[in-house]
């Protein structure tokens, strides 16, 4: 258990501070869930799918700079690019054009906002509005690169007859290019060939509610031609909802069907957006102001599924914390990004002061609940459970599969922990970092949920990791004693349950016994081949042939992998062992975390009693000798609430390790 770190970075700095600070790290990975950018603003995505990846080109918000002439207003500097291959995980490739770079912009405009990027004939075209120089209002430009991620070279001069804001390209099946955008209305023209000119006249777009609307996005599907756009269909105090047209001709006139994304319910005052489909599915992309929740003039890229009905209208979409994409669990998994959860359930930001840091979610009474879907368990062996969480009172936190109702994955004890002693109620829980064992690993893809079984538990984030691999399958060919003798090879019992609630019955007239009972038939003559099962009770046990990793065998370890339980257990273990030669006046030296007895050759040579912890070489047997040719080695080894291990080594008269055999 350890007081909980900061999550993200660890960083204390100003939130402006961590914005300048972000501007100059490239590339970068972001995480998963919504937002999908984690590490900085990324408002009006619009995503494009190049070479079997999602590009996204959104607009880069920033807090204002004293130079801006308004303040606490939009302000965009540059355009980042990501990518991504499976819609959770981001690179960020950098900044590809700032308005530095821009020959006919103004370079302290702030004013590069919504863009986009189509590729054609093996260029890519990049499409962004900014500031001119001289004159008032917004031009739109081009940049052209060879690859989805740049590097991007400007046009010296912006497009004639394009004068507003938020490009957007739609590239026809029959290689022609149009092209929209936001001023007097929504505009749209076709493009020249050379995709940097108009080929007609710009025209409005027909058909389409009244209302405020900017940020077109134009896309076909199955014949139709799709508008889309930002729309403020309350006229006053309204904020944005999106909202689309459909026609059978890529300039219109447009058949207004409706809403995709009703207005943000926290009055966010814009949205912006785009579609697209990706390796069958359809998806939009949009932004909140989810990491800046006083101000909403930064905000932050989202994803959500979206489906079509029959006659080619769009299912509304609403938005979610979870987003898309399948969640590791080897990764961090903030579960404040939940599918689903009931209604006592509330999120709150981990630092108010800086949102970047992310949220975590209160579950405050007993019965409370929250499902976090499509988590992929395939990269978990033999794992367990590593969660970050604080509370007000001892409790216990539970997560299951699949529901509230569903087979438990792993109980966590919370103790409530301070510097002023035992708890009182008035007093804030730390955050720990807990582990906890898994009952058991869903198979491939499963949703998590969460449960509180208490009087109330906060969650930051959870994580499956896999145990170090302690056992490896025992090799065809023998095996040696490792540089110092230890005997790692072991043919092992799975675990026989014992009812030891303490340790300190561990005499030595208790353990003869416990050791002396006949657990399974042939317990002192048995030869177990990997695989062969014994009856003990109401056990059916199987012999595992293996090689341990470590000097020490980690008995406890075995059981969590193939045991019934791991405290309150009886290990058997067998390891025949061929000497080259006879070697007399050799000593077998052992140690074992719990009591242990240990055999050669069907004679009891040692005895380690007592409630004690593994020390090598702690017990040292009398002289033996050890046979030429086959040699067996047994030991039983019992402990109950703790820890089970053990070491042995045969050490020659002078002390000295013996290496020369060989175990099978």
């Known amino acids: 258990m350890e007081t909980?770190?900061?999550?993200?970075?660890?960083?204390?700095?100003?939130?402006?501070?961590i914005l300048l600070t972000l501007l100059f790290f490239a590339p970068l990975t972001?995480?998963?869930?919504?937002?999908?950018?984690?590490?900085?603003?990324?408002?009006d995505p619009t995503a494009r799918v190049f070479d079997g990846k999602v590009y996204l080109y959104p607009s880069h918000d920033i807090l204002s700079p004293e130079e801006q002439e308004r303040k606490n207003w939009f302000t965009m500097a540059d355009y980042h690019v990501f990518s991504s291959a499976d819609l959770v995980n981001w690179t960020d490739h950098g900044i590809i054009l700032s308005q530095e770079r821009v020959p006919w912009g103004n370079p302290k405009a702030y004013s590069m906002w919504a863009p986009d990027c189509v590729c054609k004939d093996g260029k890519y075209y990049f499409y962004f509005p900014d500031a001119p120089k001289s004159g008032r209002g917004f031009a739109v430009g081009?940049?052209?690169?060879?690859?989805?991620?740049?590097?991007?070279?400007?046009?010296?001069?912006?497009?004639?007859?394009?004068?507003?804001?938020?490009?957007?390209?739609?590239?026809?099946?029959?290689?022609?290019?149009?092209?929209?955008?936001?001023?007097?209305?929504?505009?749209?023209?076709?493009l020249k060939e050379n995709m940097k000119e108009l080929a007609t006249e710009s025209q409005a777009m027909e058909g389409l509610p009244e209302g405020f609307k900017e940020g077109p996005f134009a896309f076909k599907r199955d014949g139709w031609y799709y508008l889309t756009f930002p729309w403020v269909r309350k006229q006053q105090g309204g904020t944005e909802t999106l909202a689309y047209a459909m026609s059978r001709s890529p300039l219109g006139p447009w058949d207004f069907k409706g809403i995709i994304m009703a207005e943000h319910a926290n009055r966010c005052w814009t949205n912006h957006h785009s579609l697209v489909q990706y390796q069958g599915q359809w998806y939009l992309f949009y932004h909140h102001n989810d990491f800046s929740p006083r101000d909403d003039k930064r905000r932050s890229a989202r994803i959500e599924r979206l489906a079509f009905n029959a006659d080619g209208t769009i299912?509304?979409?609403?938005?979610?914390?979870?987003?898309?994409?399948?969640?590791?669990?080897?990764?961090r998994i903030d579960v404040d990004r939940y599918s689903e959860a009931d209604d006592a359930v509330a999120v709150s930001y981990?630092?108010?002061?800086?949102?970047?840091q992310g949220w975590s979610v209160m579950l405050p009474r007993k019965g409370s609940w929250l499902r976090y879907a499509d988590v992929d368990f395939s990269a978990v062996k033999d794992g367990y459970l590593v969660v970050c969480v604080r509370a007000h009172a001892n409790t216990e936190l539970l997560v299951r599969e699949r529901s509230p109702k569903g087979k438990v994955m792993a109980r966590v004890p919370v103790t409530v922990v301070n510097e002023r002693g035992p708890f009182r109620r008035d007093m804030s829980g730390q955050w720990l970092t807990l582990t906890a064992p898994?009952?058991?690993?869903?198979?491939?893809?499963?949703?998590?949920?969460?449960?509180?079984?208490?009087?109330?538990?906060?969650?930051?984030?959870?994580?499956?990791?896999?145990?170090?691999?302690?056992?490896?399958?025992?090799?065809?060919?023998?095996?040696?004693?490792?540089?110092?003798?230890?005997?790692?090879?072991?043919m092992l019992l799975e675990p026989i349950r014992q009812d030891v609630r303490s340790n300190v019955v561990f005499?030595?007239?208790?353990?003869?016994?416990a050791f002396g009972k006949t657990y399974f038939k042939d317990q002192m003559t048995i030869r177990p081949k990997d695989g062969q099962r014994v009856k003990?009770?109401?056990?059916?046990?199987?012999?595992?042939?293996?090689?341990?990793?470590?000097?020490?065998?980690?008995?406890?370890?075995?059981?969590?992998?193939?045991?019934?339980?791991?405290?309150?257990?009886?290990?058997w273990g067998v390891a025949l062992v061929d000497s080259p030669e006879e070697l007399t006046n050799v000593r077998l030296a052992a140690g074992s975390n719990g009591a242990s007895m240990w055999w050669l050759n069907g004679e009891e040579v040692l005895l380690l009693e007592g409630d004690r912890r593994m020390v090598e070489d702690d017990g040292m047997s009398g002289r033996l000798t050890l046979r030429q040719g086959q040699n067996v080695l047994r030991f039983a080894l019992i402990n109950g609430p703790g820890l089970s291990d053990c070491c042995v080594r045969f050490l020659d008269e002078k002390g000295n390790p013996i290496t020369n055999i060989t175990i099978r």
């Open 507 to 513: 005499t030595n007239t208790w353990l003869r016994e």
């Open 315 to 331: 299912q509304e979409v609403r938005p979610t914390l979870r987003g898309v994409g399948i969640s590791k669990a080897t990764e």
């Open 4 to 17: 909980r770190k900061p999550k993200a970075r660890q960083v204390r700095e100003t939130l402006c501070g």
């Open 438 to 490: 898994l009952v058991f690993v869903p198979q491939g893809t499963a949703d998590l949920v969460l449960t509180c079984e208490g009087e109330g538990v906060e969650v930051d984030w959870l994580q499956f990791k896999n145990r170090p691999e302690y056992f490896v399958p025992a090799s065809g060919t023998e095996a040696r004693p490792d540089e110092r003798g230890f005997i790692r090879r072991w």
């Open 30 to 43: 972001a995480e998963a869930q919504n937002p999908i950018i984690r590490d900085q603003f990324t408002a």
């Open 142 to 190: 081009v940049a052209v690169a060879d690859r989805p991620e740049g590097p991007f070279t400007c046009e010296p001069e912006p497009m004639p007859g394009v004068t507003g804001i938020d490009p957007c390209v739609l590239l026809d099946d029959d290689g022609s290019a149009y092209i929209y955008w936001s001023g007097m209305g929504l505009r749209g023209a076709r």
């Open 350 to 356: 981990v630092d108010s002061l800086n949102p970047f």
């Open 536 to 571: 003990v009770g109401q056990q059916t046990l199987r012999w595992h042939s293996l090689d341990s990793r470590n000097y020490n065998v980690k008995l406890f370890r075995f059981a969590e992998r193939w045991g019934e339980q791991t405290y309150g257990s009886l290990f």
